[in-house]
């Protein structure tokens, strides 16, 4: 079972930037489309942005533009590199291997790892 590793979170201020990485203990398929989600204290996990084999990406409206979600599978590794930070953006973020419904949304297929924080504060 593959086994992920989120890295990279801190404290940043308003206006900075972060890049989170998200490793494999295992090898990720390049058919294995990944995405990274958050988890803001008392709010459910959300989406972020998510990437596909095909190297296609999705990003959730509250940080499109700010957000880039970026793959190495030769090195078994997915990026999330943040600019622009917000205090909205303060979260707990995930990483996970996803897959689509039929509706188009996304679902995660994996178990969760223990996450990585992100807090934007001045």
């Known amino acids: 079972q593959v086994q992920l590793v989120e890295s990279g979170g801190g404290l940043v201020q308003p206006g900075g930037s972060l890049r989170l990485s998200c490793a494999a203990s295992?090898?990720?398929?390049?058919?294995?489309?990944m995405a990274w989600y958050r988890q803001a204290p008392g709010k459910q996990r959300e989406l972020v942005a998510a990437?596909?084999?095909?190297?296609?990406?999705n990003y959730a409206d509250s940080v499109k533009g700010r957000f880039t979600i970026s793959r190495d599978n030769a090195k078994n590794t997915v990026y999330l590199q943040m600019t622009s930070l917000e205090p909205e953006d303060t979260a707990v973020y995930y990483c996970?291997?996803?897959?689509?419904?039929?509706?188009?949304?996304?679902?995660?297929?994996?178990?969760w790892g223990q996450g990585t924080q992100v807090t934007v504060s001045s």
């Open positions: 990437i596909n084999s095909g190297g296609s990406t």
């Open positions: 996970n291997r996803v897959a689509k419904y039929v509706s188009g949304s996304y679902y995660a297929l994996g178990s």
């Open positions: 295992g090898s990720i398929s390049s058919r294995n489309a």
